[in-house]
């Protein structure tokens, strides 16, 4: 291990420990090698907990390039000493199978900015809390410890005393209250207040008791909240020193600062650098306004993620590793190992999968489908890679017609659940898991809840409607008056011939896939043209209530995301990344009847039960019985229609990359390599 400063750390909270700790070296475990050291949560130790458990003072290193990457982050000054810049207690993490070496770049692909870029960012990413690789184990992460209440109406997080954002500023509980009441309640940043940070339809109340302790209070019980701290890409907390110098709460002088930074309000000014959006994918500043970052004198927003962007621009971005980062490995070793990460924007499915083969990609899990893993298998000596599958539960593409349709014709075709049950029945599922899915699937329905995490559903409801039945779909449209024509098209109510554009991104779903469909669906009569675009294109013309058909992967549906935020469950069926049916429905709710299209009495019901099941405790009989109801009414509406479930999914990562272990899921439900450690991963030579 190449490493210079040896320290220890001395002072802050752990420092009666280390004056009375041994002097002896800690022993350097893995998770292959753990010794006798049991921690209390898999796979790392607080600083006291480690010390204590092997009977020794940790000494610690820093990254010898670490000043060289620093400097290359836009307005960050010399570093302070390395004991003054990790919190009195680090997250002591234990490497998967070896102490690692520092340096390399981690080189990653994605198509566009917002667009299949998931992947990599799960790499850095950081929240209060994340799921263990077990995908059952919430562990610590920015916050030490936390507790919950009796009633599930009070969490408390501990953070970790002398925290710093990577531009060295104090970490603190002030900054989880400033993103909740300056940033999500702010209707200058935010129009409107985004609803999965609402409970029981009002804001909860967070409240800084002291520097290292923040309260969440809420309005109505929460159970299951914090596992959306462990999988949320959303981080609840953002910088106050530096974001709030543009507000007139935090700076007496913020007016001044925005008239002479030329932005005309406090939104604006925020936004420059928020979003607005917990998303950390959107354009940084880089690609904005180059004259306001050199008057500002930083570039980005400071993080506590494991990398900073230091480069934007259409090509891709890169990143360099955090001096601040609060994790250190079982040796002492400053996290992360990785120098830098390169991401570059490809959005031909055919570039990408050549520059895999090439060796120019060491880890690639977002948008890698079943169809290429033969050619990635194959290639694995040649390329030196390693091509695996992995389960993927929840990850099935769907096809749901727009129920709030701004045609009226569509809308009231569309409405009737009939259509739906006989497009499903149209389709062809074992063929299509045969040439998409080399087999390895079955078919099934698109649930608001994966049936393997959940105990209430049925494999009768998994199945319901998904057997191939042409004849039966034929008589179904019939039934509905959609005449066939003479040209095998069928007519619309008012005579049009039977017309539906599929604008798809292939980060949704297998292009194979939406070929086959278009020919099943019109054998019954139904056309279907196809339209690729991007997957902002997507988002954007879906979320504006102008696609015809939504498709894309059944994506946050575990029974985690489930039961802390049903978005799946009830209208619009989604979010802004995963656009469901149900825009219009969900537009008459919010408007109280103003605007949008009226939900049909059954579907009225989704939105009272989804609020009763986030304040149960999943796994209750009254929280199945609530569940099972969602599924019912999901059911007899078809508001999504499945394809193939039960799919493993590849992924393939260079073998270069140490520290890597067989993923026991590929989903975006867990925000996709979080649980894996992906600050522990090191680049062999």
């Given amino acids: 291990m190449t490493s210079s400063l040896k320290i220890s750390l001395l002072g802050g909270a752990s420092a009666l420990l280390l004056g009375t700790a041994a002097a002896a070296d800690c022993p350097p475990v893995t998770v292959a090698d753990m010794g006798n050291l049991t921690p209390t949560f898999p796979q790392q130790f607080e600083l006291t907990e480690f010390q204590e458990a092997a009977d020794c003072t940790l000494a610690l290193a820093e990254n010898p390039a670490i000043a060289d990457l620093n400097a290359r982050i836009q307005g960050n000054g010399d570093l302070p000493p390395f004991a003054e810049r990790l919190p009195a207690e680090p997250l002591v993490v234990a490497p998967y199978s070896a102490i690692g070496s520092y340096g390399g770049t981690l080189r990653g692909t994605s198509r566009a900015t917002e667009s299949g870029t998931s992947d990599l960012l799960s790499v850095r990413h950081v929240n209060l809390v994340r799921y263990s690789d077990d995908l059952q184990t919430i562990v610590p992460n920015i916050a030490r410890e936390w507790a919950w209440n009796d009633s599930f109406t009070e969490l408390t997080f501990h953070l970790r005393a002398g925290h710093k954002w990577s531009d060295g500023a104090p970490f603190t509980a002030e900054d989880v209250v400033f993103w909740y009441e300056d940033l999500i309640l702010n209707t200058n940043v935010y129009t409107e207040t985004p609803g999965r940070w609402l409970f029981g339809g009002e804001p909860a109340t967070v409240e800084a008791i002291d520097e290292t302790t923040v309260k969440f209070t809420f309005p109505v019980p929460v159970p299951g909240l914090l596992n959306r701290f462990a999988v949320d890409y959303g981080q609840p907390f953002q910088p106050k020193h530096f974001l709030g110098q543009f507000m007139d709460k935090h700076n007496p002088d913020a007016a001044a600062r925005r008239d002479e930074l030329g932005f005309e309000g406090e939104g604006e000014a925020v936004n420059f650098f928020y979003g607005p959006s917990d998303w950390k994918d959107i354009p940084t500043p880089l690609l904005r306004d180059a004259g306001k970052l050199d008057a500002i004198g930083r570039a980005v927003v400071p993080t506590l993620e494991s990398h900073i962007v230091i480069e934007d621009n259409s090509q891709g971005r890169r990143l360099v590793a955090n001096p601040y980062f609060h994790m250190v490995d079982t040796a002492g070793n400053q996290l992360p190992y990785i120098n830098e990460i390169a991401e570059t924007y490809v959005p031909e499915r055919e570039v990408n999968m050549l520059r895999m083969l090439d060796g120019q990609v060491h880890w690639k899990q977002q948008a890698v489908f079943l169809d290429d893993f033969p050619v990635l298998k194959e290639n694995e000596a040649n390329a030196n890679i390693t091509a695996a599958l992995a389960p993927a539960p929840g990850s099935m593409t769907y096809y749901a017609f727009n129920r709030g349709h701004t045609d009226p014709v ?276």
């Fill in 410 to 685: 569509l809308r009231e075709v569309f409405g009737d659940p009939r259509f739906s049950v006989a497009m499903s029945h149209a389709m062809n599922r074992d063929e299509i898991n045969e040439i998409v899915f080399l087999g390895q699937g079955r078919p099934a329905n698109a649930l608001p809840v994966e049936p393997v995490t959940v105990g209430f559903v049925t494999e009768e409801q998994v199945t319901r409607n998904t057997e191939y039945d042409v004849e039966r779909a034929n008589a179904m449209l019939d039934e509905m008056g959609l005449e066939m024509g003479s040209d095998g098209v069928r007519q619309l109510p008012d005579g049009r011939p039977f017309v539906l554009r599929l604008t798809y991104a292939s980060q949704g779903g297998p292009v194979q896939m939406h070929e086959l469909v278009r020919d099943y669906w019109g054998a019954v009569g139904v056309r279907l043209d196809l339209r690729e675009v991007s997957s902002d294109e997507y988002r954007a013309a879906a979320n504006a209530n102008e696609a015809d058909i939504l498709s894309w992967k059944n994506d946050g549906v575990s029974a985690p995301a489930f039961s802390q935020d049903p978005r799946s469950a009830f209208p619009p069926f989604g979010d802004f990344f995963n656009p469901g049916p149900g825009i219009a429905w969900d537009e008459w709710k919010k408007t109280d009847g103003a605007s949008g299209v009226e939900p049909p009495e059954d579907v009225l019901r989704l939105w009272d039960l989804a609020e009763r099941l986030t304040q149960i405790p999943l796994g209750t009989p009254e929280s199945d019985a609530i569940g099972s109801e969602i599924v019912e009414i999901h059911l007899d509406q078809m508001i999504r229609i499945g394809t193939v479930g039960d799919i493993p999914e590849p992924y393939m990562h260079s073998n270069q990359l140490q520290n890597i272990i067989p993923l026991t899921a590929k989903t975006y439900d867990y925000y996709w390599t979080y649980p894996y450690r992906p600050q522990q991963w090191f680049l062999a030579d």
